[in-house]
């Protein structure tokens, strides 16, 4: 039982308003990745149609041979290539992602969340993991997809732009930056469809934007939802990141701990239900990993400083194969959710990726 024992059906689904403010976000006006993965991928067996050609070059005694014992090694090397393509964990055909920008552990506890409880009475958890330094969105946001720091992407404030880089990366992968989770998907998965809704703009440039299907920056996380469900009922995407903003916008505009900020965080559960639901209703509420996590937290109506109530966030994972009601002994940094993913999918991860999965999460591991 997965999913479809967590979600309760909720009759009200009214979007959320607060007043959106210029404080929290910025709006955005190497080395190859893992080389044996890259010459996997460009490896391809030779048809038989091109063979003759091949063998012109080949010494008399093989050209002599029977045609099948020529054609014996390409047969055996085309099967080994096919054994190198990226196998998902049992029962794991999809991964969804919602971060909910500024939802602290706190949030959680305090307001009336169902959905996140159910979650978490169903999945493994922590709602002690860590951003990373600072705890700002832009560092925290790409370090939580591209399984490393800053110190590793060099992604350092929310004035980093493509254009715009202080700090050079250590390595750059396919797509010219440092290899995030969807680059890797491309690579290893290439007929995997990918689908991104980010409710806040700056998320758009952290990723390598050829590789993803689908990238929708709707309006408010009304909208975020409703375009993301369209897109679990039309598309199935493998892999879906579903990136909400108002709860982050209700602690800077009227605080951290506020009520206002814990009736934003009762929305992103509303909202997170119907994502649930949605699952349930398009058949994939038993294939799906679904995770619920954060940026970074907040105290006052700021973010960006050195306490507890800024670095800690949510991490909460449900889905086939995924330990049910389980509190986390393992300790969880926000780039260990790309590993995980990675992880889930069956892929190599790149290098420069200095991320660990969360294999205490899962019932077997590999």
């Known amino acids: 039982m997965f999913l479809s024992a967590v979600s309760p059906t909720f009759l009200s689904s009214a979007p959320y308003h607060v007043p959106t403010h210029s404080g929290s976000h910025n709006s955005p006006s190497g080395l190859k990745t893992c080389a044996t993965w890259q010459d996997r991928r460009n490896a391809r067996p030779v048809p038989d149609h091109d063979s003759r050609p ?15 014992p020529r054609l014996l090694p390409l047969l055996v090397s085309s099967v080994f290539l096919l054994t190198l393509q990226a196998e998902n964990l049992p029962g794991i055909r999809h991964f969804v992602v919602i971060g909910c920008d500024g939802m602290s552990p706190d949030g959680i506890e305090h307001s009336k969340t169902p959905v ?6 169903h999945g493994s958890f922590t709602l002690h993991a860590r951003a990373v330094m600072p705890t700002v969105s832009s560092p925290n946001w790409a370090s939580m ?8 992407h060099g992604i350092t404030s929310n004035e980093w732009e493509t254009n715009k ?30 689908a991104v809704f980010h409710d806040w703009d700056g998320f758009g440039r952290l990723f390598e934007r050829a590789s993803v299907n689908q990238i929708e920056h709707p309006e408010g996380p009304t ?9 679990l009922k039309e598309h ?3 892999f879906t990141f579903i990136h909400l903003d108002h709860v982050d916008h209700a602690g800077h505009t009227f605080g951290w701990k506020s009520p206002e900020y814990y009736a934003a965080v009762e929305v992103a559960d509303r909202l997170i239900g119907q994502v649930v639901d ?37 991490w909460i994972l449900t889905g086939p194969g995924v330990k049910p009601g389980h509190s986390l002994k393992t300790f969880v940094n ?26 205490e999460a899962f019932e077997k591991v590999k």
């Open 165 to 194: 880089i202080e700090i050079e990366p250590i390595v750059r992968g396919s797509g010219g930056m440092f290899p995030t989770i969807f680059g890797l998907v491309r690579e290893q998965k290439p007929t995997a469809y990918q």
């Open 116 to 121: 996140m409880h159910g979650l978490m009475e």
């Open 236 to 238: 199935h995407p493998e």
């Open 54 to 68: 091949i063998l012109k070059v080949l010494p008399p005694l093989v050209t002599s041979m029977p045609i099948l």
């Open 223 to 231: 909208n975020t939802i409703d375009r993301a469900i369209l897109a």
């Open 278 to 314: 949605a699952l349930k209703q398009h058949g994939m509420g038993d294939d799906t990993v679904l995770l619920i996590t954060a940026d970074h937290g907040g105290k006052g109506t700021h973010h960006g400083g050195f306490t507890m109530e800024e670095i800690e966030i949510p």
């Open 334 to 359: 926000t780039y260990d959710t790309a590993a995980t993913i990675a992880y889930a999918f069956g892929l190599q991860p790149p290098a420069g990726w200095i991320a660990r999965p969360v294999t």
């Open 145 to 152: 997809i591209m399984g490393a720091g800053p110190e590793q």
